[in-house]
């Protein structure tokens, strides 16, 4: 398999960022290894005291809701998961998400709405492409590490939807898009869909 980079610009994306390259390889580690994934999480359930997780590299820490119920949660459905094909870079959906970056980016906004009321499947649409298409968003995580754990951890999500769309089978191309973001100081986007054109 080509690496993911010279592979999307291959494919006619946007060059991808460190951290971009970096959301989508482990994004794709998780759903082809998810037991292996799910031993990476039982090393971070190590860090928590309480509902504070003192992981390396955050020294601050970072308060949860839940705690490592929601990691204790995540695993059980890792070790249950079947391991899915990755999931391949798509120029369409990687601009769709660096416009909803661009947009909420500088005004500290968050949400899948953008500031005109446009929703993901808008977005992708704008971009001459369908509305069968799932988005899923990050706040403050620095790292592809921080951002996939936080999307399947799902800490405070009751259902999980970040998580699902994750590990959604018929979801097999994503664009990821992130930047900077005036209050959480990062932001990831990463819009997924069946068709590298969110076409159904």
Same mark, same amino acid.
């Given at each position: 398999?080509?690496?993911?980079?010279?592979?999307?610009? =291959?494919?006619?994306?946007?060059? !991808?960022?460190?951290?971009?390259?970096?959301?989508l390889?482990?994004?794709?580690? =998780? %759903?082809t290894?998810?037991?292996?994934?799910?031993?990476?999480? %039982?090393?971070?359930?190590?860090?928590?005291?309480?509902?504070?997780?003192?992981?390396?590299?955050? $020294?601050?820490?970072?308060?949860?809701? #839940?705690?490592?119920?929601?990691?204790?949660?995540a695993i %059980?459905f890792?070790?249950?998961?079947?391991?899915?094909p990755?999931?391949a870079?798509? =120029?369409?959906l990687?601009?769709?998400a660096r /416009?909803?970056?661009?947009? !909420?980016? $500088?005004?500290g906004?968050?949400g899948?709405?953008?500031?005109?009321?446009g929703?993901?499947?808008?977005?992708?649409?704008r971009?001459?492409?369908?509305?069968?298409? =799932?988005?899923?968003?990050t706040?403050?995580?620095p790292?592809?590490? #921080?951002?996939?754990?936080?999307?399947?951890?799902? /800490?405070?999500?009751?259902?999980?939807?970040?998580?699902?769309?994750?590990?959604?089978?018929?979801?097999?191309?994503?664009?990821?898009?992130?930047?900077?973001?005036?209050?959480? %100081?990062v932001?990831?986007?990463?819009?997924?869909?069946?068709?590298?054109?969110?076409?159904?």
């Amino acid at each position: 398999m080509l690496p993911i980079l010279p592979l999307m610009l =291959a494919l006619g994306a946007p060059a !991808q960022s460190g951290l971009e390259a970096a959301v989508l390889a482990e994004i794709n580690f =998780a %759903r082809t290894r998810p037991r292996a994934y799910a031993e990476r999480l %039982r090393d971070y359930r190590k860090y928590f005291k309480g509902k504070i997780v003192w992981y390396p590299g955050n $020294p601050d820490g970072l308060r949860t809701s #839940e705690g490592t119920r929601a990691v204790d949660e995540a695993i %059980r459905f890792l070790e249950r998961q079947a391991p899915l094909p990755p999931i391949a870079p798509a =120029a369409l959906l990687a601009r769709a998400a660096r /416009d909803h970056v661009q947009d !909420q980016g $500088p005004s500290g906004a968050t949400g899948h709405y953008s500031p005109d009321g446009g929703n993901p499947r808008t977005r992708v649409q704008r971009r001459g492409g369908g509305d069968y298409v =799932a988005e899923v968003i990050t706040y403050g995580p620095p790292s592809g590490v #921080e951002v996939v754990r936080q999307l399947i951890v799902d /800490d405070a999500v009751p259902g999980r939807g970040h998580r699902k769309t994750l590990f959604a089978a018929e979801m097999v191309y994503a664009g990821v898009a992130c930047g900077p973001h005036r209050d959480y %100081r990062v932001m990831c986007v990463a819009d997924l869909g069946r068709k590298p054109d969110g076409r159904p």
